[in-house]
Structure formats: C-alpha cells, structure tokens
C-alpha cells in the first residue's frame, strides 16, 4: 500500500521527539564513578611526581600520569577534622561550624555524599573519618574512631558493630576497599567510594616489611631546617612545632621509655611515653618482635652517640629518624594505591571513573624547623592533588591556579549532573580538569585557622592567597601582619609588610582580602564568638591546651579566674 508522505513525516516526528525523552535515561548509564582517595598529612614533598628528594610514590604517581597534576592546591583550615568538614559541605569552617579539632560536626550539614546517594549514586566509605561515628550518605562503611592506630585497629561498622581486624592499617583498609568493589558493588549503579588512609599520620609507625629498609635510609635536609624566625613576627617564634624541642623522643622518634630514662631525657610533654606504649603497645608478639630487630639497633646507636651530641647534631638526628618513619608510612600507602589502580584497570574500571589522591592538608617536613602543619606557609598551606578521568583529562598535564578542598564537593556534584545547593562555596573544578580555563574565575583564595591556644600554639590567622602573594593577619592574643612574596621569596623567610616597596601591593591586598571575607561571610564578630566559646571550654577544662602558662595567662588576660592546681 502507498503511504502518505505527509504521514510518515509526523511517524517520523514523532520517533524523534521520543527519541529525545529517552536521551536522559543514556545521560544516567554515563555518570561517573568518583574513588577519592584522601591520606592524612601527606606532604606534597612527599610524592615524587611533585618533588623526587625524599620517596619514590611511583602508584601515586600513575594518577598524574593518566590525568591532572595540581601545583597550587590547598586547604581553607590547615587542620585535619576542619578540613575533612570543608571537603564534604563544600562551606569554610566558620560556616560549617567545624573550626578546629575541639567543637563537634554540625550534623546538621548537607554534605555531597548525601546528594550523591540521593541521586542514585552508591555510596561507601573505608579508612579515617576522624570526627562522628555515622557518616551520613553511606550505603556503607568501615572507619577508624578518631585519630584510630596503625596496628591491629579497631572499626566502627555500618552494619557489623565494633570490630577489631589484625594487621596493618594501611593494608586492612585497602582490602576493606577491594572487597566493597569486589562483592557490594552494584555493576548497575555509578558509585562514590571514599578511600581514606591513616597513614602517615603522627606518631608514623611504619609496616613491618618496611622497617629494616627505612630505619637506615637518610635523607638530605631541608635548607630551612635550623631557621630561627628573625624574619617574622612572634607567631612563627613561639608556635610549638620544633622538632628538637617539642617531637616527642619516645611516642614520635621510637626511643624506649628506659632508653629515656638512661639517658636522662625527660617526658616534657606528659604524654611521650603514654604514646610510645598506646601504639606500640598494640602490637602483637610477632609483631613486637620485629619491632624490636630494626629500633632495638635504632636505640642502641643513639645510646653511643648521645652523649656528645651537639645540639646542632641532635636536630639532624631527630630529623632523619622523623623523615625514616614518616616516609616509611607512605611506603605502604602508595603500594596500596598501587593495588586500587591494578583493580580498576583488571576489571574495566577506570573508562568512566574520576580517581582524586589528595591530603587533608600539607605538611612540614624539616621546613622551618617544624613538624606538623595549622601554619599559613605552604608546606602546610598546600596540599597534593592528582586527578585523572580517562576521556576527559589530557593525560600528564599540569594546573597551577589557585583551587582549594571548598572545591570538592561541587566538581563532583557537576560530574553527577547534580544542581550543587547554593549555600556551598567552593568552585567546581571541571573547567580546569576538561581545558576550558577560561571559565575558571577565581585568582585568590581565603585561609582562616582557629585552634589557639591548643597543641602546637600556632596563633589565630585569616588571610588572603593569590599565586604571587601572601597577606596574613594573626590576631586574638597579638595583632600582627605578614606579607609574603611568593615569587621572589619561595621559602618564605621573609614579612616585607612594612616594605615600602609593597605599599601598593600591601593596600590592593587589604582591600581584596575584606572583599573575600565578606564574600565567604566571614567576620571579626564571628571570630569573636568562636573565641567565646573556646575559653569557656578551657576554663572548665574541657579542652586540650598545649602550654599551660600561657593558657593561664590567656584565660587571666581574658577575665576568668583560673585555679589549674
């Protein structure tokens, strides 16, 4: 029979217009998977693809090499628990309410793991949280409470209760990981899973296979390792970070608590030796016996030498025996990011899936003097980020612009195809991550860190950071301003706030800097209500300060009396 032209043009028609109304159903089969893998405290100085002085990190590096490599990341809060808040609300700590270490989480909080699970993604989490005991937006998960240890942990489960599982932590955490992929995974579903080691944070006790090669590497010095402050202000000289006069000589560099004693070194933290016996103290018989061949040998030596040591020496020996351990920690993590990336590759697993290796926040290895991170300058200021998305990220290439942790949650929202909620502040970083950098807007970021007086006494500071300059502001206790030449002083050695020759720059950043704090809602009165608060809690002793004297004179200066016998 003939057909009317006229009639199978509106056929036609009509197979298209259906053919469009099924184009969101194809969308939703090609959302990507996210794995984003977080360590605690790992130093950009610490990956080779960044600087190839101190480790090897050739898994962690395969992520640069399929995708992204970030040169200018960094954190809005140089502080574990804040940062991790900010990762996952995608607001800056005095928004989400997660200052610093003390205050609790906001529960309250929208975080992206939740939109995501909203949304149809599957949703897991394995590793170290640090704050709560049931993240919300998880279909499952296996954390570590608190800060949690490197042997023979224990878990907070979703659907298991506590647990206790023997072993390393880096290596439990990573078979956590696998199984989830192996058995729970939902071939059906685009998943987000959250990948989080507790390596390599203090006090860094490395994996067993690892203990005999890396207690007799040495490694060489930073050039700012016996700095001494004369060209800052009083914050970079009193904050409690040196690695001769506040690590820890039991609990940080493995002396036995009797080796202590023999030598007459006092436990001037209180805690030295309760941390030496806390973590060590978990080990198993076989496991303390390995222990003991490579520190047994690292304590006897000490033992020898100490007692002529100039303290010029002991620096250098605290330093290669921090270096040893702590690098000897991210040994087992990039082995175990290594066995991640063969999964994925193994089962068709990296086409469609956005791969992030990040840190909490950076860290000081030797720089300054210092261990530790809270601090404006960038050891601890920036942070690693390798980000690879086969099919959208030109393979090996590189980003210097200024993006921040606030960032997470809405590139991945984008990547979702999730309308990120308004009151997130960050920026998504799909621009950047696709080649179109001329939609990326932003040129300075905002820092603001809280926890003073606390351990490591690194005062109160807000500032502005653009890719030239630094323009900080301590404040509570002093009322203080550093300018910092990032270009022409890259170590950082140097306030030239009062510089005539930055008058210019000094007034232009001023003005930006009360642009962005009024941008971000930020404020001195919020500040001040964040300082209330705190006080409050360390006069009734309810929280953790370093340095009683000055807690005592902070509190007097303050208005509250204070009886701390």
Not at 85 to 91: H, N, P, Q, R, S
């Amino acid at each position: 029979m003939k057909q009317n032209p006229s009639f199978l043009l509106l056929i036609f028609g009509i197979l298209l217009i259906f053919g469009c109304k099924t184009e969101p159903e194809v969308a939703e089969t090609k959302r990507p998977n996210i794995i984003f893998i977080m360590s605690d405290d790992h130093a950009y100085q610490a990956i080779s693809a960044y600087d190839t002085r101190l480790i090897q990190t050739p898994n962690i590096d395969r992520i640069a090499k399929m995708g992204m490599l970030f040169t200018n990341a960094c954190v809005t809060n140089s502080i574990c628990a804040p940062s991790r808040a900010t990762i996952l609300t995608g607001k800056h700590s005095h928004l989400n309410g997660k200052i610093d270490n003390h205050f609790p989480f906001d529960t309250t909080n929208i975080t992206f793991p939740q939109l995501l699970q909203n949304s149809g993604y599957q949703t897991a989490m394995f590793g170290k949280l640090h704050f709560g005991n049931s993240p919300k937006g998880f279909d499952q998960f296996k954390i570590l409470p608190g800060q949690g240890s490197y042997y023979n942990p224990d878990f907070i489960t979703k659907n298991e209760g506590n647990i206790k599982v023997d072993g390393y932590v880096t290596d439990i955490v990573t078979d956590m990981t696998l199984d989830w992929l192996q058995n729970e995974r939902k071939a059906d579903q685009p998943f987000l899973l959250m990948y989080l080691h507790k390596a390599p944070h203090r006090e860094w006790l490395m994996a067993e296979r690892h203990m005999s090669e890396f207690t007799k590497k040495t490694f060489p010095e930073p050039t700012t390792l016996f700095d001494d402050y004369s060209g800052r202000g009083s914050a970079a000289k009193e904050a409690e970070m040196n690695l001769l006069k506040h690590m820890n000589w039991s609990g940080d560099s493995k002396l036995y608590p009797e080796v202590m004693d023999e030598m007459g070194i006092p436990d001037l933290s209180g805690w030295d030796k309760g941390a030496f016996e806390r973590e060590v103290g978990r080990l198993s018989p076989e496991q303390k016996a390995n222990w003991d061949k490579a520190y047994m040998q690292v304590n006897e030596d000490f033992k020898k030498a100490f007692p002529t040591m100039t303290e010029k020496e002991k620096m250098q020996w605290r330093y290669q025996r921090y270096m040893q351990d702590y690098l000897g920690t991210i040994a087992a993590v990039d082995e175990n990011v290594g066995r991640v990336l063969d999964y994925l590759e193994a089962n068709d697993l990296m086409e469609n899936t956005i791969i992030v290796y990040t840190s909490d926040q950076g860290f000081y290895l030797g720089e300054h003097g210092w261990f530790d991170k809270r601090f404006i300058y960038n050891e601890s200021f920036k942070t690693p980020l390798l980000v690879s998305w086969p099919g959208k990220i030109k393979a090996g290439s590189k980003s210097d612009e200024m993006v921040q942790n606030l960032d997470f949650a809405q590139t991945f929202l984008e990547a979702a195809g999730i309308p990120a909620p308004s009151e997130m502040q960050g920026e998504s970083l799909i621009p950047l991550l696709t080649g179109n950098d001329e939609k990326w807007t932003r040129d300075a970021v905002y820092y603001h860190y809280y926890e003073y007086p606390a351990v490591h006494m690194v005062k109160r500071h807000y500032a502005i950071v653009t890719k030239e300059y630094k323009l900080v502001h301590y404040y509570f206790d002093v009322d203080e301003w550093e300018l910092i030449d990032r270009l022409n002083d890259p170590n950082e050695m140097k306030n030239v706030y009062d510089d005539p020759a930055y008058a210019e720059i000094r007034k232009d950043l001023h003005v930006q800097l009360e642009d962005l704090r009024k941008k971000y809602g930020d404020s001195s009165e919020l500040s001040q209500s964040y300082i209330d608060r705190y006080l409050e809690d360390l006069s009734k002793r309810r929280a953790f300060g370093a340095n009683e004297k000055t807690v005592k004179a902070i509190l007097e200066k303050n208005g509250y009396k204070v009886d701390f016998e």
